[in-house]
């Protein structure tokens, strides 16, 4: 089968895309709102797309709402907007029920971490916390922000300025065990995922 993307809907680009592209993984991002307080949302239109400068692109879709009002902006995309900062927190299996309350639309300034039941803890480098339950954190200060397509699709760019991985997963060389960082990613439909426990080696010639 093959389509023409002008001659499908936006809801039937989305499903070809986030059912193919498999898995993705999961920003679990934290951010801070002009008054301060803490806000956390997953996205999986999330990837690190260059080492030198450590680049992560997060993809930021417009408030669902009412099809006939202009699109509002989710909190994650105004709080980096105004405070030019963010955490990635990277999601283990332990913590996915805590990552699926943190995707519920809150209202602004609602905790979702506290809703959640997840620790913050303070970053290093950036104002926004951390989640302690984490396996792997990137403090990240936003590069550029573009605007993409008619619907308030916007692509996030930050820079990593700092970076926690769980205490005993790494070696002095850097080497790190990642049976002991659990990630999972989204995989297709409403809510699969899959872990990274079957693996295998495929060598370069
Ligand atoms: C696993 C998962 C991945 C998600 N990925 C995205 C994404 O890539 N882009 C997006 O706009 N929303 C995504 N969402 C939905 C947002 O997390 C959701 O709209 C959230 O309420 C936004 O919160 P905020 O307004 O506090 O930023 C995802 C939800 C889940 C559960």
Request: charged residues 25%.
């Amino acid at each position: 089968m093959d389509w023409s993307v002008s001659e499908l809907t936006e809801r039937e680009v989305y499903k070809l895309l986030v059912n193919t592209v498999l898995p993705r993984p999961i920003a679990l991002v934290t951010s801070l709102d002009a008054k301060g307080g803490i806000n956390a949302a997953p996205f999986s239109f999330f990837n690190v797309f260059s080492h030198a400068p450590p680049l992560v692109v997060l993809g930021i879709e417009g408030r669902a709402g009412d099809p006939d009002e202009p699109m509002g902006l989710k909190d994650t995309l105004n709080n980096i907007r105004s405070t030019g900062e963010f955490v990635v927190n990277l999601v283990d299996r332990a913590m996915l029920p805590a990552m699926n309350a943190c995707a519920v639309d809150h209202a602004p300034g609602v905790d979702e971490l506290a809703l959640a039941g997840l620790e913050a803890v303070p970053s290093r480098a950036v104002a926004p916390p951390r989640i302690a339950a984490s396996p792997v954190q990137f403090e990240c200060r936003e590069t550029v922000t573009l605007a993409v397509g008619r619907r308030q699709r916007m692509l996030v760019l930050g820079e990593i300025i700092h970076i926690w991985v769980r205490d005993g997963a790494t070696n002095e060389r850097l080497h790190v065990d990642i049976d002991a960082l659990d990630l999972v990613g989204r995989l297709h439909g409403a809510d699969w995922y899959v872990s990274l426990r079957e693996r295998f080696q495929s060598p370069r010639k």
